[in-house]
Structure formats: structure tokens, C-alpha cells
């Protein structure tokens, strides 16, 4: 016959672990912390933006991450126009030209206070050397980083605020 060994229970032990556990519980609504507030979107935005908006972000999805790769075409590698290029022509329908010089002289010039989705943003980074990405709205563009790929970023980091220069309009509002 099995012989069991007695584990001691301290039961005034347990029942102050048990109380203290659903005490967490009970605490009451005015004493709980707040639920985080999720950030609105600033602002509506027309029905072409939003459409736009959409397309862009479900490219973003497909493309995070890809590495830069200075002349790739490919989720194995893409640089800054290519990627530009890239979502033009398969989320928007659009060809545009293929390199950020070409780039710059298509559309329209924006102020940067009148930026809207899909607008280009274009940027200095060195002697010659020039950037480009979409925005996103709320002061936001996806742009094939050289440092981190495909990625998102704010034009008010401030590399890229120091090192913006200007913007083009390519998609007819």
C-alpha cells in the first residue's frame, strides 16, 4: 500500500494569500486606473485620402522590414525611388518614374503645411544625395530607410526635420 507523506499547511498562511489575490479584484471602479485613452485621428480625412491612406498602409504591411538594397526592385531588397515606384504602381495604379531626381520634377510642388496622403517628401541626407518617401498623414512617411529598411517615420525626428527640403504632389486630388 502507498504511504503518503503530510505536507504541512499553515491554513492561516493560505487563506491570507487567498484574500489578498481577490482583493486585486475587488477593487472599486473610482479606485481603478484608468484605461489608456486610444489616440483619434486628428482629423477626417476625404474619402479619395482615406482610400488612398488604406492602400498605403496595406503596402507598409507587405513591405516592413524589407532591407534597403541601393537598385533593388524586390522584397529581397529595395532602395528609396524603387520602393516609391513600387507602391505607386501596385497600390495606386500609377507609373511613375523609377529614380528620386526623375521624381522631383513630377506634380505639383506642396508646402509643407498643405501635405496630404500620398504626397512625396523629399529630403537632403548629404553633398548630392537625395531622399524620398511617402506621407502618411499626421506628419508621417514610409520610405526605405538605409539604416532599417522599409519603415515608417516621423518628419518631426529630428534628422529628418533637419533634412527636409520639399514635397511633390503626384496624386491628382
Known sequence: MPRYTAI???????LLVLTSLAACSLVPP???????EIAEIPQELPPRQTLI??????????????????????PQGVDCSGFV??????????????TTSALMQEGEPVARNEL????????????GNRHVGIYMGG???MHASVSSGVMQSSLNNPYWRQRYWKARRLVNR
Not at 85 to 98: A, E, G, I
Not at 116 to 127: A, I, N, Q, S, Y
Open 8 to 14: 504541512p499547511v499553515r491554513l492561516p498562511s493560505l
Open 30 to 36: 473610482e479606485r481603478q486606473s484608468p484605461q489608456p
Open 53 to 74: 491612406l488604406d492602400s498605403l498602409l496595406a503596402q507598409k504591411e507587405d513591405w516592413q522590414g524589407v532591407p534597403y538594397q541601393y537598385g533593388g526592385l524586390s
Open 85 to 98: 515606384y513600387l507602391t505607386f504602381l501596385s497600390q495606386l495604379n500609377m507609373k511613375v518614374p523609377r
Open 116 to 127: 496630404e496622403v500620398g504626397d512625396l517628401v523629399f529630403f537632403k541626407t548629404g553633398p
Open 139 to 141: 506628419d508621417e512617411f
